[in-house]
């Protein structure tokens, strides 16, 4: 007996030993990323505090671009996507992203108009395209937009986005018997999945068989979009995982060469309203702006897109807003937004500058891109809306703060 127990104690004195030594060496296991604490799924923890808009004839310029959104959806929610507006041409091939950019586009004009008409339209755009979610829990994370064969992380910031608008148009995350929130939270958690060691994101995602994320694929815009989208998740969610990771991203962000990012400026503005802007933000925020209107003369020449002057508008409305709320003056912005809106303005039907003869009136309210190119695209609709809507939210900052 004493012969087998002599062994056994031997044994375990090793073990002990050997976890002793292990645990005094100062080494751990490599942690597992942490799961994002638990959020409300049914229902936001948060009410919307949306900022008060001015009063603004430009707001008849943000219903005319919702106006011809409406009135151009098919019976099934489709959304136009481009339209030659001399040739009355509508083939070309359409991005999802872009089309649940015009889903959010109908949202804020719902929230601006407070007119259910362009919520219940938004509805059914968005029940139109919510089928492109993908979600596959053996292959990836979360869940994604399938669009044009891949899921590129623009799609999930602009289904997130249009989840968000609709947060803030109608107060509500649940579309039928469809928890919406749910469905944005797993859009975020894939975008968590695609963020790099260094701090910025892969930017698309093969989702079919043996696939997986493609390191060669860039679009210069979806960093700050995604950065924008965690911010929307933490101001719905009041959990602070997702600033905790838009936090991250903008810290890389504020390392790379300055663009002119629209949605970097938007998460820059978001900071501001539900955080911070730390100096480093605030300075790279006007190093945006700078750059935006330095090319003020050549982004205004005739030839040049509506839709690129667009989203200037957007990108300065937003950093204007986010020097507004850090204290700072933005009185130069102001002035410098003012001609990008008379240039889109000269774009929207049925005003334009190229001289074309009467244009039908079906697409009235849309913004066409150039003389040389009389197309209405879903985008220049939808940066034309944020960038007016952002704007007057600016200037009703300014004055409830008077």
């Known amino acids: 007996m004493r012969k087998r127990i002599l062994p056994i104690l031997l044994t375990l004195l090793l073990v002990a030993f050997i976890a002793y030594l292990w645990l005094n060496s100062g080494f751990q296991p490599p942690e597992s990323p942490a799961a994002p604490p638990a959020t409300p799924t049914a229902l936001p923890a948060r009410a919307p505090e949306v900022p008060p808009l001015a009063n603004d004839p430009l707001k008849k310029n943000i219903l005319a671009a919702g106006d011809y959104l409406v009135n151009q959806q098919l019976a099934n929610g489709e959304l136009p996507y481009q339209v030659n507006i001399l040739a009355g041409d509508r083939s070309s091939t359409p991005s999802n992203i872009r089309l649940m950019g015009g889903v959010s586009a109908l949202y804020t004009v719902c929230r601006v108009a407070e007119d259910s008409t362009y919520c219940e339209a938004g509805d ?6 919510l089928p492109n979610l993908l979600d596959d829990p053996e292959r ?3 869940t994604c937009l399938y669009s044009n064969g891949a899921c590129p992380l623009g ?8 989840v968000y608008k609709r947060w803030q148009a109608a107060g509500s995350v649940t579309l039928d018997d469809r928890d919406l929130l ?3 939270l797993n859009l975020g958690y894939f975008i968590v999945s695609m963020r790099k060691s260094e701090g910025g994101f892969y930017h698309s995602f093969d989702p079919h068989p043996g696939g997986t994320v493609n390191p060669d694929y860039h679009d210069p815009t979806f960093n700050g979009e995604g950065a924008a989208a965690l911010l929307q998740l933490y101001e719905i969610t009041g959990n602070g995982f997702w600033l905790e990771q838009a936090r991250e991203v903008d810290d890389f962000m504020l390392t790379q060469p300055v663009t002119e990012d629209a949605g970097h400026a938007r998460a820059l503005a978001l900071f501001a309203r539900l955080d911070e802007l730390k100096r480093e933000d605030i300075n790279y925020a006007k190093q945006i702006a700078d750059l935006i209107v330095a090319g003020q003369i050549r982004s205004l020449n005739p030839a040049n897109s509506a839709i690129v002057s667009a989203t200037k508008i957007e990108a300065l409305a937003s950093i204007a807003q986010a020097l507004a709320l850090s204290g700072e003056d933005p009185s130069r912005l102001d002035r410098e937004i003012k001609p990008f809106i008379a240039f889109v303005q000269a774009r929207q039907l049925p005003a334009n500058d190229c001289n074309f003869a009467p244009v039908d009136s079906m697409y009235k309210g849309g913004i066409f891109s150039a003389c ?3 197309s209405i695209r879903v985008d220049g609709v939808r940066h034309w809306v944020d960038g007016l809507t952002i704007y007057l939210e600016y200037r009703g900052m300014a004055e409830t703060s008077r």
Do not use: N, Q, S, V
């Not at 059914?124 to 395209?129: E, N, P, S, W």
């Not at 799609?155 to 249009?162: C, E, K, Q, V």
């Open 124 to 129: 059914r755009a968005l029940t139109h395209y």
């Open 140 to 142: 990836f994370k979360g």
């Open 155 to 162: 799609g999930a910031t602009a289904t997130i986005d249009a």
């Open 182 to 184: 749910a469905d944005a």
């Open 372 to 374: 040389e190119d009389p």
